[in-house]
């Protein structure tokens, strides 16, 4: 199993900045991408940010500009720096990996908070 642990995420005001962390820790053989989705109330879970093992990155049309994801390959670990928030950012961040092509694995999820 493959476990991911999130972090960084809490109430901050709009154009304030945040950063997300996530840690992948278990039976990890090859990963293919990490990335970041985000849902919010009454809505379905998009893409925020992903980076492939290559370094790679695609972004979300509304954040792009304004948010930045990036790797450690040694600690298995993904950021999202997370600038100019908006309101509508607020949303509960999903951490997730790809490996093997097709091992999907998810964290617990961080509220991201931003209030006007």
């Known amino acids: 199993q493959v476990q991911l642990v999130e972090s960084g995420g809490g109430l901050v005001q709009a154009g304030g900045s945040l950063r997300l962390s996530c840690a992948a820790s278990?039976?990890?053989?090859?990963?293919?991408?990490m990335g970041w989705y985000r849902q919010a109330p009454g809505k379905q879970r998009e893409l925020v940010a992903g980076i492939t093992t290559r370094g790679s990155t695609n972004y979300a049309d509304s954040v792009k500009g304004r948010f930045t994801i990036s790797r450690d390959i040694a600690k298995n670990t993904v950021y999202l720096q997370m600038s100019s928030l908006k309101s509508e950012d607020t949303a509960v961040y999903y951490c997730?990996?790809?490996?093997?092509?097709?091992?999907?694995?998810w964290g617990q999820g961080t509220q991201v908070t931003v209030s006007s």
């Open positions: 278990g039976s990890i053989f090859r990963i293919n991408s």
């Open positions: 997730n990996l790809l490996q093997l092509a097709a091992l999907d694995y």
